[in-house]
């Protein structure tokens, strides 16, 4: 949804290519929760083993297919297709649209890889940083899902940081989900109003849940301390929306969920998703940096547990700009796939 972060914490599990021109969509399917993805990864295998493919040639293996890609190894890659995946698109389209994309490119360079519930999650970028690769796995590499598609890039924004310095906004660690510069890394990054919007969930041993993916209980990230990134005035709360039930039930009509405003002097913080109830200011109360302010929970447009955190310049969250935050630790720069945490010497 265009209006706010949707937690998507998942895979295009059979998203389609789409068009190198300009990013238009060929075809595409929602991503699924993370949790659903696990299931999904289960029940699909590949063509033949990880080791050896067809004449005894090694298999294409997920570090491999943007060369794959790049060299014109359609066939290769297409095989390394989940059957679900082969029955959305050809090879013959696979190869056409391949080799319209891979124009004017040289190299293809990794950006991120997040390894989480059975899933694995590659990003590459092209050396002018115009076109980018997105590429889900299973556990035996097969692929789920491949996006390629052309990068916007705002370069006056992207350089235009913060004047308040923030700290992140929870205790212990967190996993970024969605978080960068390029709309493969950051899904948000395409609308002005959350383009430096951040998802976070937290993750034990490459799961963000253990025991029933239907409940929220399971998320370790349900019920954390979500805390004030940097002194303010709270100027919005919402504390009444139901948490949903986690993998693809999501409440559109209240995109935010329970959420918290805080005014840093016209740079305004959005922590949003929150655990119904769990909100512990009110408007017009001051905070400090490190304030307990809620907790972690899945409501409105929220498919699992996490957070959503993002400044605008307007306390308007669909009508306000995002901005690029500048972080009180000056060597943190979240991207996907990376697992943050407060440094002791810079805690609030």
């Not at 293996?61 to 679900?84: C, H, M, W």
């Not at 409940?215 to 709360?237: F, L, M, W």
Request: aromatic share 8%; proline share 5%.
């Amino acid at each position: 949804m265009r209006k706010v972060s949707t937690m998507m914490a998942g895979t295009m599990v059979l998203a389609v290519l789409l068009s190198a021109c300009g990013g238009e969509k060929t075809m595409n399917q929602r991503p699924e929760s993370s949790a659903a993805s696990t299931q999904n990864a289960a029940q699909t295998k590949p063509d033949t083993s990880p080791e050896t493919g067809a004449g005894g040639q090694k298999d294409i293996q997920p570090e491999d297919v943007a060369q794959a890609l790049l060299s014109g190894n359609y066939s290769g890659i297409y095989k390394r297709f989940s059957p679900e995946f082969k029955q959305q698109i050809s090879e013959a389209e696979v190869a056409e649209m391949g080799s319209d994309f891979i124009q004017g490119v040289t190299a293809f360079n990794p950006s991120t890889v997040m390894l989480l519930n059975g899933s694995e999650q590659r990003v590459w970028t092209s050396d002018a940083g115009d076109k980018g690769i997105f590429a889900v796995f299973d556990d035996s590499g097969t692929i789920l899902g491949l996006n390629i598609t052309g990068l916007s890039t705002y370069p006056d924004s992207d350089n235009a940081l913060t004047k308040t310095a923030m700290a992140l906004p929870f205790q212990g660690e967190w996993l970024v989900f969605w978080g960068g510069s390029n709309v493969l890394n950051n899904y948000h990054y395409e609308y002005a109003s959350q383009r430096y919007a951040y998802d976070f969930v937290q993750a034990v041993n490459g799961f963000s849940y253990e025991g029933d993916p239907l409940r929220n209980e399971s998320y370790h990230a349900y019920g954390q301390k979500i805390t004030a990134p940097a002194d303010g005035v709270v100027t919005g709360v919402v504390n009444d929306i139901p948490d949903n039930t986690p993998v693809g039930v999501m409440n559109e009509k209240e995109p935010a969920g329970n959420v918290v405003v805080i005014d840093h002097g016209g740079e305004y913080s959005f922590l949003a998703h929150l655990k119904q109830g769990s909100v512990t200011v009110k408007k017009g109360d001051p905070v400090k940096a490190g304030d307990v302010i809620g907790k972690a929970g899945n409501s409105g447009n929220s498919s699992e547990p996490h957070l959503h955190y993002q400044v605008s310049d307007g306390a308007d969250l669909f009508r306000s700009r995002s901005l690029n935050i500048r972080w009180k630790d000056n060597n943190l720069h979240p991207l996907k796939g990376q697992t943050v945490a407060l440094k002791p010497h810079i805690q609030p």
